[in-house]
DNA sequence: TATAAAATTATCGTTTTTCGATAATTTATT
DNA sequence: AATAAATTATCGAAAAACGATAATTTTATA
């Protein structure tokens, strides 16, 4: 799947475990794991909103298109 | 909502209308349309490859974080 | 290396939301 | 004014998020 989500280099730019921004976005750690495992099919702005909160970044830094 | 979905830079740039983008990405224009004027709630990815692939540009592109 | 902690995976059920199809309405273009 | 394009609105069906929970795997730590 061409669209990629990468939380990994945020998460280490901001120090943040996944517990710790499972508990702060508000999901459950599985839910989260889905996510940064490129297991989840979509997303809802709702969620992708709090992750750029807490991160204090942008969905760019988190999503990428790879083609092929 | 602080996600915002912008298309019309990408668009404009590309020179594509709604209704052919509509046609090139497979959905209906009406739901572009619910895309384009942020009344969605979520996107699937598979929609957001299609897109970036279209236009040929990356989410951040197109999805930016406004807080507050 | 053994143990504990953290993260991932797996189910299940519920709720939310996309998306198609379609028609009506509004807006833009000529 | 007439035509085309885009947006909005319904409805229903299919897809998927998400919570809750438990099991498994991985990682960290004593």
Redesign the interface.
């Known amino acids: ?3 990629i989500v990468n939380l990994d280099v945020m998460m280490a730019k901001r120090k943040i475990s996944s517990g710790e921004l499972a508990e702060k976005i508000g999901i459950t750690p599985a839910n989260l794991s889905i996510l940064k495992t490129n297991k ?7 969620t ?2 709090k992750i ?2 807490v991160l204090q ?5 988190i ?3 790879k ?1 092929d």
């Not at 989840?40 to 709702?46: C, N, T, V």
């Open positions: 799947m061409p669209i989840a099919k979509a997303i809802r702005f709702s992708l909103e750029c909160e970044c942008q969905p760019g830094d999503l990428e298109y083609e």
